[in-house]
C-alpha cells in the first residue's frame, strides 16, 4: 500500500469546460498586489463594507427565536412573500405574475439562475448572454452542458440588432435568453 497514488475523485466535465472565475482572477491580482505593498481600492464584487442596520438584525434575531420559522419552507418559498413579490411587480412594473405558477423564491439570484439552467438546459442546447456579463449568466449555462452565446451589449436598438443577427444565423435556435436590468456589471437600463 506505500506505493499506492493518492486516492483523487475528478471533478466532472461539466466543471472542467468552465472558463477561469473571473472573481478569483481579480482576488489573486489584488492579493498579490496587496503583498507587494500597493495600496489599492477593491471595487471588486460590490460587497457591502457598512454594517447591516440594528433594526435588520434585531428583526432576523427575532424571527430565528420564533420555533414556527425551525423547519423548511415549502420549495417555491413562503406563499405570503411569493404574493407580495406579485403584489410589487404589479405596483411598480405593471407586470401580472401568478404568485402560485410564476414567482419563486430562492437564496440568491447565482441559485436561482443556476438551477433553472440545469432545468432548461442541457447539451445542443444553447443560451444567449449578453457581453459584459456577471460571471453567474456564463456559468450556469455551461455547467447544464448548453453552450453559451455572448451578444454584444450596446444601447436598447444596438443590442437588440444584435441580438436578432445573432439568433438569425443559428440552428437550432438558442432556448434561453438570459437578460438582467439594471444590468449587472454595467448597470445599464432599458
Known amino acids: 500500500m506505500k506505493n499506492q497514488p493518492p486516492f483523487k475523485i475528478a ?12 472573481f ?27 454594517p447591516t442596520p440594528d433594526v435588520i438584525v434585531d428583526k432576523l434575531a427575532e424571527a430565528a427565536k420564533d420555533p414556527r420559522n425551525h423547519r423548511y419552507s415549502d ?13 410589487k411587480y404589479k405596483s411598480k412594473y405593471g407586470v401580472d405574475l401568478d ?3 410564476e414567482v419563486i423564491v430562492t437564496i440568491g439570484s447565482k441559485e436561482g439562475i443556476s438551477h433553472m439552467c440545469l432545468a432548461l438546459l442541457g447539451p445542443g442546447d444553447s443560451a444567449l448572454v449578453p457581453d459584459p456579463a456577471f ?6 449555462p455551461a455547467m447544464a452542458g448548453a ?16 441580438m436578432e443577427r445573432t439568433i438569425s444565423g443559428l440552428y437550432p435556435t ?5 437578460l438582467n ?10
Open 24 to 50: 478569483a482572477r481579480i482576488n489573486k491580482m489584488k492579493y498579490d498586489k496587496r503583498v507587494a505593498g500597493i495600496d489599492i481600492i477593491d471595487l471588486g464584487m460590490g460587497n457591502p463594507t457598512d
Open 147 to 162: 453552450s453559451v452565446i455572448r451578444v454584444p451589449l450596446g444601447n436598447d436598438d444596438t443590442f437588440l440588432a444584435n
Open 181 to 190: 436590468y439594471p444590468h449587472n456589471p454595467t448597470s445599464m437600463t432599458v
Open 11 to 22: 471533478p466532472s466535465s461539466r466543471i472542467e469546460r468552465l472558463p477561469p472565475y473571473l
Open 174 to 178: 438558442p432556448k434561453l435568453v438570459i
Open 99 to 101: 404568485p402560485e405558477e
Open 135 to 140: 460571471p453567474a449568466h456564463l456559468y450556469a
Open 75 to 87: 420549495s417555491k418559498g413562503i406563499a405570503g412573500l411569493r404574493k407580495e413579490v406579485a403584489k
